[in-house]
């Protein structure tokens, strides 16, 4: 599975930030928490790290 770049999204009360628009994480954030831009302190979702070195198969 490739990672399916987009702009930087996260959950307002998430530590963590996405980059790909398949991260099964990315995806579960409520609809009225999501936000997009810069993610500031935010660090990068390990999914996301993962599907993008291809270590995510689905
Ligand atoms: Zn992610």
């Known amino acids: 599975m490739a990672c399916h770049k987009t702009a930087p999204y996260y959950s307002e009360d998430s530590d963590f930030y996405h980059v790909c628009r398949n991260c099964t994480l ?13 993610p500031g302190r935010r660090r ?6 993962d599907i993008k070195a291809g270590r995510v198969s689905r």
Do not use: A, S, V
Request: aromatic share 0%; glycine share 10%.
């Open 26 to 38: 990315g995806d579960n954030i409520e609809p009225d928490k999501l936000r997009r831009g810069n």
């Open 44 to 49: 990068l979702c390990q999914r996301c790290k």
